[in-house]
């Protein structure tokens, strides 16, 4: 028996209708569609001093702190999704997750002012939480205890948070004391033109299947954005960051950060901080698995994925080591469906994405030198591709529409998901109320939005300081 015989028969290739070729082109797709994640996540949550939050360490360049966080993304990745392979044997491809990285940086480390290392414990808090639920089969109690429309509007909510997180490193939408944003100069910032010019490049390649669209369309950009700054109009420090020790391997300085976090730990805000992270990235896993599990026609007659808790470990795993050694949570990747697509059926086209993001640690200097500009341009086409997820809402049901529409909302315009997530779960119990609607609410609906009104109070109100 050769080789390729023994690796089909391990994951049950032919069982499940594949073969070699077909899941190894599978894994090739997944991962085009979604390498795009080694330079958009550091680049989101690598923070540049007094300009934007994130993980800042003394003695480094932001260029060179961009170069550590792409290998602990790969890492992380292909941790999670090497478990997904070997103990799930599902399609399915783990990174760490947008949405969770700008949570991560923008409103722990920025807006709560909570020190990076602290926010990566509360990262590891949640996936040994994540794994505890995991291994005593709580899942379907949690997902039950949340109300169902602020769980279908998260990703929208999402979406818009990240699609102006994007437009803003564009340039596209600046600030504007009169209106709070408005459109940049989009017809004479240099910047901005480079921007509009590589997003909608991508979102062509993006709407003609191309796989790796998205890195094709980073790449574009930024090759762009070097010819603009040969000739002049766009400063050398848009985003392009060199130097001699511009790329690291080396992720000492991030790794096991966390530990020294514990020590810093304002108990009230630290488990806001866990509850936040966990409850965003237990549904947005368990909506992409079901979701991508749709496509690839794994759903049981009654809707659910079989054997759940198993991909659901990967993912849990993956955020564990991922906050060890430095990332934000690790999820599952809606990107997945291309593979499925492709007719990828079992973890060796997990497998295959694992292996190549491990080979992708050659790439790591281009993550150093990829412009701010063009790497958000994936925020924006990842925003737009989420914003389909408003259809699963029942708009026609008000007291479904209110919590819906004011997670969806209070996202992007209080720059937070989890104020978001709160405004849907406080406005769930109190409309179904006003409806006379008793019979569709729990007591566990009532202890939620509770916490969460004294959570306002306590962090509006002026008692919760930004130090911790």
Not at 114 to 128: D, F, I, M, N, S
Not at 199 to 209: G, I, N, S
Not at 319 to 325: E, F, K, P
Not at 381 to 390: E, K, P, S
């Amino acid at each position: 028996m050769g080789l390729v015989d023994s690796v089909e028969n391990f994951f049950d290739v032919q069982e499940h209708g594949s073969s070699f070729r077909t899941e190894i082109l599978a894994g090739l797709t997944t991962f085009l569609t979604m390498s795009y994640i080694v330079v958009v996540n550091p680049s989101i949550l690598a923070g540049i001093p007094d300009a934007k939050p994130g993980i800042i360490l003394a003695g480094f360049s932001p260029a060179e702190v961009r170069s550590m966080l792409a290998v602990v993304t790969i890492l992380a990745a292909a941790t999670a999704t090497f478990v997904m392979a070997f103990y799930a044997n599902r399609p399915f491809a783990q990174a760490p997750g947008l949405g969770l990285n700008a949570f991560f940086a923008f409103t722990v480390v920025g807006a709560l002012g909570v020190p990076w290392q602290t926010a990566l414990a509360a990262v590891v808090v949640e996936g040994l939480i994540f794994i505890a639920l995991t291994a005593i089969g709580a899942r379907e109690y949690v997902i039950r205890l949340f109300p169902e429309p602020v769980k279908f509007a998260v990703g929208t909510g999402i979406g818009l948070f990240l699609a102006i997180i994007g437009l803003q490193a564009m340039g596209v939408v600046v600030d504007d004391p009169a209106t709070l944003v408005t459109l940049g100069s989009i017809a004479s910032d240099p910047v901005a033109i480079v921007s509009v010019v590589g997003l909608f490049f991508t979102f062509a390649l993006y709407a003609r299947d191309i796989p790796g669209s998205i890195i094709i369309g980073i790449v574009a950009t930024t090759v762009l954005g070097w010819a603009v700054t040969a000739f002049g109009p766009v400063a050398p420090d848009a985003g392009l960051v060199a130097g001699s020790r511009a790329v690291q391997y080396d992720i000492t300085p991030l790794a096991g950060a966390f530990l020294s976090g514990l020590s810093q730990v304002e108990a009230f805000t630290f488990s806001l901080i866990v509850f936040t992270f966990f409850f965003v990235d237990f549904f947005d896993t368990a909506g992409t698995l079901v979701g991508v599990g749709q496509a690839g026609g794994f759903l049981d007659e009654d809707g659910n994925l079989p054997d759940i808790d198993k991909p659901l470990m990967a993912d849990a795993v993956g955020t564990t080591v991922g906050g060890m050694l430095g990332t934000s949570t690790v999820t599952t990747y809606i990107e997945s469906a291309s593979g499925v697509e492709e007719g990828g059926r079992t973890g060796l086209t997990a497998l295959t994405v694992a292996v190549l993001f491990v080979l992708s640690l050659a790439i790591v200097p281009l993550a150093a030198a990829i412009p701010l500009y063009a790497s958000h341009i994936a925020l924006v086409v990842i925003g737009v591709v989420m914003l389909r997820n408003v259809v699963d809402i029942n708009w026609n049901d008000f007291t479904q529409a209110v919590p819906a529409g004011m997670t969806i909302l209070v996202m992007p315009f209080a720059y937070s998901i989890a104020y978001g997530i709160a405004a849907g779960i406080v406005s769930y119990p109190l409309i179904k109320l006003a409806a006379g609607r008793r019979e569709d609410l729990r007591f566990g609906h009532w202890v939620l939005a509770g916490a969460f009104v004294v959570y306002f109070v306590v962090r509006t109100g002026g008692v919760l300081t930004a130090q911790v």
